[in-house]
């Protein structure tokens, strides 16, 4: 059984790689955010998970982290009806941030997972249910990015004018994640929050 390769990056795609070991060309499938991080002619190294499939054969997913590997681990066996696509998908999302992901099922709030993360209302329940008494035995890497859902206030205004221009929830709550990393503050004038959010929404 493949649980790690270490070697050359050969190919890329949107979601997946083909990783060069000891001469032979290893086709791996990983998420996409991890799939955006490798380059043609770098060296990386990756740790693997096989999956039967009986139309392919063996299918190799591949995690830049051991972490990330454990999340989908958890998410292809604790959650019903999800083979290792769905879990990849899955883990593509929670990406954005774990530990928020973490909070988010540990406090069984369902806005979270649907607004920051882009999973439906009926996917963040499942989540949620599955989940709740599974996620402390998961690893969890990084910090809290989503601060600046401690503003409700703050936040409603701004969605609400962002959503009358056209935007999704999901869009402008990470147009604003992305300014709480700059250094925008709650306490800004509201006029300027607003443009700021729209010069992130427009690169």
Known sequence: ?????????LETREDGAV??????GYEVNLAKSSAQEL????????????????????VLYAFTHKEDKELWLLFKNAIPNTGPKK????????????????NAIIQRDPKILTGIFGF???????????LKDKMDAVSIQGESKIKVLDEPAYLRDVLDALGALGYSSAEARRALD???????????????VIKEALRVLKK
């Open 178 to 192: 992305t300014l709480h990393t700059q250094g925008v503050k709650p306490n800004e004038p509201l006029e300027h």
């Open 120 to 130: 439906t209302a009926k996917t963040a329940e499942k989540l949620i249910t599955s």
């Open 39 to 58: 380059t043609v002619g770098q060296q990386t190294a990756l740790y693997v998970a096989e999956s039967i499939s009986p139309y392919d054969g063996t």
């Open 19 to 24: 990783v060069l070991c000891g001469g032979v």
């Open 1 to 9: 059984m493949i649980v790690y390769l270490k070697g050359e990056i």
């Open 87 to 102: 879990a990849m998908e899955f883990l593509n999302k929670a990406l954005r941030s774990v530990a928020d992901f973490h």
